[in-house]
């Protein structure tokens, strides 16, 4: 599928996560549309083996989002093997289902540091280097999770919900040059939640969904295509969901 390769050929994206689920499928997707794909990831063995199996994803780098440190180098990896970055797709996110009574500080802390530290590190590096090009997109995926409260996910809510507010006050500083926009997924059929659901849940979990299914990371990954294209290029400070209708 390649819809978007005007605007898209050639473009330097980067995504983090890009190693699995919706991430990779994006990265797919961009590589579709002949763009030039970075992913970072830190599933070395992950990272590896897409690598391998998916040639045309140009660049691989090992980092770990949520520590600052490990993203400027890859941020000065990225500029040495890509020449720069047209498109940041900040996706690396992490789940871990406990009532809110039961969640440490420790957890807290890691998936606060993973979906919001990350993405505030990765597009504050981003941003850098596209204020100085004077162009750029920056687009994040957040989660209805982040819109409407879910019970067992307050650290990932809360997560979530920081970062569809970083990108909206983004959106407003960095405007006109960097459009900013939050991708804001319902259930989607990746590794991360097919491990959370026995087959019986996953029944359950479908019959409440409007559309009466999960929906397919690729389906997240063309809404990340159309927004980073210039057929969006009035969208800007926007969190946008795509969720089968969960949210009606
Ligand atoms: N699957 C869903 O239903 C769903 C719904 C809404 C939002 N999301 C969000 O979508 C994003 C991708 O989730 P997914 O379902 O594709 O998950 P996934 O587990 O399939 O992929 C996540 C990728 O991020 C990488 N990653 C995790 N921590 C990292 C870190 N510290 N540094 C670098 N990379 C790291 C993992 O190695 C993995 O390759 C996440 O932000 C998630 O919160 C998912």
Request: charged letters at 20%; proline letters at 4%.
């Amino acid at each position: 599928m390649s819809n978007y390769q005007d605007s898209l050929m050639d473009k330097r994206v980067v995504i983090t996560g890009g190693a699995s689920g919706i991430g990779l499928a994006t990265a797919l997707r961009f590589a579709d549309e002949k763009a030039i794909v970075t992913i970072i990831d830190n599933n070395k063995e992950s990272l590896d083996r897409v690598l391998r199996e998916y040639p045309t994803l140009k660049h691989g780098i090992f980092a770990d989002v949520s520590n600052y440190e490990s993203v400027q180098n890859a941020f000065l990896e990225m500029d040495d093997l890509a020449g720069g970055i047209d498109i940041l797709i900040a996706n690396a996110g992490i789940s871990v289902r406990s009532s809110f009574l039961d969640i440490t500080p420790e957890q807290w802390d890691k998936v606060i540091g993973v979906n919001l530290n990350g993405i505030f590190y990765a597009s504050q590096e981003a941003a850098k280097r596209m204020i100085k090009q004077e162009n750029g997109v920056i687009l994040m995926t957040a989660s209805t999770n982040g819109l409407v409260g879910h019970p067992n996910y307050a650290d990932y809510n809360a997560s979530k919900a920081g970062v569809n507010l970083l990108a909206r006050t983004m959106a407003l500083e960095l405007a006109p040059t960097i459009r900013v926009n939050t991708v804001c997924p319902g259930y989607v059929l990746t590794p991360m939640q097919i491990a959370e659901y026995s087959p019986e849940a996953l029944v359950q979990v479908n019959e409440k969904i409007p559309l009466k299914r999960h929906a397919q990371p690729e389906e997240v990954a063309a809404l990340f295509a159309f927004l980073a294209s210039s057929e969006a290029k009035y969208i800007t400070g926007q969190h946008i969901p795509i969720d089968g209708g969960e949210l009606a």
